[in-house]
């Protein structure tokens, strides 16, 4: 049972255009979202959350969506760089499950010169 | 944010032997847990490890395969045993601090022959 997905395996996009990076969950007791950013070879690095008491929220070139009826969040990333070129990842997480993360697939962004 | 020191960063091993692998924390955390992920595949929870009680394990895992250590509120091991090709993934350890943020480990990279 896949609760957290991302069905878009890779996307690519040019350089100073928006990326959007989409994840969809089917637990409504998910109460915490967030983004990571992996390298090859590296651990996952922590971007963006989002409570679930929010539907926004933005740090810098990164905001995410989060549209709780439609069990459905977003990462835009604006303006898109070739160093955000990774692979991102979307988890989600319940406080009253035991707080354990919860990954989707990932989705490979390039972002092309 | 919690820094965590994950060792090995790598190995080659041979099938049938075990690995054990470390993660050591430079803040007292409550919850430690333990991912793994396979060649192209999105992060999978194996275990909450528990500090002074057995682990946690998700569906699929099992102890007498994965058995892990939580001596202490800054440490806990992993040890793949008995291994076998399919057990070539990335291992990473990763802790939720005060401020319900996640961090995570560098990761292991295991590679079984």
């Known amino acids: 049972d896949q609760q957290v997905k991302q069905n878009s395996p890779s996307l690519s996009v040019q350089e100073g255009r928006i990326s959007i990076l989409n994840c969809d969950y089917t637990?409504?007791?998910?109460?915490?979202f967030l983004w990571y950013k992996k390298y090859p070879a590296e651990g996952p690095t922590f971007l963006i959350s989002?409570?679930?008491?929010?539907d926004k929220n933005e740090d810098g070139r990164f905001t995410v969506f989060l549209n709780k009826s439609a069990k459905h969040l977003s990462l835009h990333i604006v303006p898109s760089q070739p160093g955000d070129s990774a692979v991102y990842f979307c988890?989600?997480?319940?406080?009253?499950?035991?707080?354990?993360?919860?990954f989707g697939q990932g989705t490979e962004l390039s972002v092309k010169p | 944010s919690a820094v965590i020191s994950q060792k090995p960063s790598r190995d080659i091993c041979q099938r049938g032997t075990s690995l054990t692998i470390q993660c050591q924390v430079d803040s007292q955390v409550t919850m430690m847990f333990w991912y793994r992920q396979q060649p192209g595949q999105s992060l999978t929870l194996i275990a909450t490890?528990?500090?002074?009680?057995?682990?946690?394990?998700e569906s699929g895992f099992v102890i007498d395969k994965f058995p892990i250590s939580r001596p202490n509120l800054t440490f806990s091991t992993l040890t793949v045993s008995n291994m076998s090709p399919e057990d070539s993934s990335i291992y990473l350890c990763?802790?939720?601090?005060?401020?319900?943020?996640?961090?995570f480990g560098s990761g292991t990279r295991l590679t079984v022959v």
């Open positions: 988890a989600a997480s319940a406080l009253n499950q035991g707080g354990k993360l919860i």
């Open positions: 990763s802790v939720r601090d005060n401020n319900y943020g996640y961090t």
């Open positions: 989002i409570s679930s008491i929010k």
């Open positions: 490890a528990n500090q002074g009680s057995e682990a946690t394990y």
């Open positions: 637990n409504s007791m998910f109460d915490y």
